[in-house]
């Protein structure tokens, strides 16, 4: 069955390359149109996904949809459109000593699989950023919000429909596991694929595709307060970064504090007591200790740091000039001091610090030796990979 949807979304992205920047322009419109005119349909559905998770998981506002959001995408719809037309550009042209001339013209990758977890609202953004360049998607959601990402394909595909547009350029798939691997091994059919979500799901991504794959970071944040930090700008900092929305990937998940701060480190979490946990390190703990709820305080395990919480949780980790990491060679407040002291924490990889350059003002702490570079780099999609195909050459540099 998965099959049968990949030929005919690869047919589909075929014909779409003839549709003009103003054409799929307007498709974009209608659907934003659409998006606000059918709200109480998507929202209707998206009632049904909410009734499996309980309002009290942070997850549930991940998961919601409201007027206003949908409102949000529809005006983030607009935006796209409002870009300019990523195909055709001609990014290099130049006459070689020999007199042949060559030209490098932007187009369209073809078909592009996005593998994504609970958030509807991805499925409009993925499907108006692939069809105003030109591409056709195949999307995979989460088993969470199925219904939600059925009713937003079906009012895609409305649209399309009514503008005379294929409607396979866009195409969901079940939510199953099988279907995952299915798309991660669609050879022939599927461009590139890219993971949208959290570490284990791009690690996941990484270790089975066998199609080029652009892989997203893991969405752990971190706060550094310096010493020389305002300590009314670092309470409204933190305190937004944390609570505002804990179920996005740009929630505050660590805040590191230099250690001369520590006295102030109460004041600065003061305002997240009633709701946020912290898991502080030794030190912090101490300062925080009968200034924080007890209830709320722990100290921190070997898991609390590199952790994505999507929770009212904080880690919290003290550092210092001479053991936090000052740059080699420098005395500014910007080092590796984070690199270092999650050094084992770095995706599970660790085994000694290399540290290149030796000397200079900035240095970097890695967790692997520079030899590994390009086995852990994701997979470039204009060239082979030497690790997926081992009968060919390294491929020369096309570039700095």
């Known amino acids: 069955m998965n099959a049968l949807l990949f030929d005919k979304t690869k047919k589909a992205s075929l014909r779409l390359s003839s549709l003009s920047d103003k054409a799929r322009n307007a498709v974009l419109l209608r659907l934003a149109d659409a998006i606000v005119a059918e709200a109480d349909t998507l929202l209707a559905a998206n009632a049904e996904d909410l009734q499996n998770r309980e309002p009290s998981d942070p997850l549930y506002d991940r998961l919601q949809l409201t007027k206003e959001r949908l409102e949000g995408i529809a005006a983030d719809m607009r935006k796209v459109v409002s870009l ?13 000593p020999n007199g042949l001339q060559l030209r490098k013209v932007s187009v369209p990758f073809g078909v592009i699989g996005v593998i994504y977890e609970s958030r509807p609202n991805v499925t409009f953004d993925v499907f108006s950023l692939c069809f105003k ?8 959601g989460g088993r969470d919000a199925q219904q939600s990402n059925l009713a937003a394909v079906a009012l895609i595909k409305r649209v399309l429909e009514s503008m005379a547009v294929d409607t ?31 570490k284990n799901l791009i690690q996941f991504v990484r270790d089975n595709a066998r ?34 929305r804990v179920s996005v990937c740009n929630a505050l998940d660590c805040l590191i504090v230099h250690a001369s701060r520590l006295a102030d480190l109460p004041a600065l979490v003061g305002e997240m007591a009633e709701k946020v946990s912290l898991y502080a390190d030794s030190r912090a703990y101490n300062a925080l200790l009968g200034h924080y709820p007890a209830a709320r305080l722990q100290p ?25 990491g000052q740059p080699t060679g420098g005395s500014g407040p910007y080092p590796d001091l984070w690199l270092r002291s999650q050094r084992s924490h770095c995706d599970g990889r660790s085994g000694g610090c290399y540290r290149f350059p030796a000397g200079g003002r900035c240095s970097l ?36």
């Open 84 to 96: 300019p037309d990523p195909l055709g550009r001609v990014l290099v042209d130049r006459v070689l």
């Open 133 to 140: 360049s030109g591409n056709a998607c195949l999307l995979k």
């Open 168 to 198: 396979d350029v866009v195409n969901l798939l079940p939510a199953t596991h099988e279907a995952a691997q299915d798309l991660l091994s669609a050879v022939g059919y599927v461009d590139l694929v890219i993971p949208r979500g959290g």
């Open 211 to 244: 199609i080029p794959c652009i892989e997203t970071g893991a969405g752990v944040v971190n706060t550094y307060f310096d010493a020389a930090g305002d300590l009314a700008k670092g309470i409204r900092i933190v305190t937004n970064a944390k609570t505002r």
């Open 300 to 324: 921190a395990g070997p898991d609390s740091f590199g952790t994505e919480y999507m929770d009212y949780k904080l880690a919290v980790k003290t550092v210092d000039g001479k053991d936090g």
């Open 365 to 400: 702490c890695l967790c692997e030796r520079p030899d590994q570079f390009y086995r852990w780099r994701p997979v470039r999609p204009w060239r082979r990979n030497r690790h997926q195909h081992p009968e060919t050459r390294s491929p020369r540099p096309d570039g700095p």
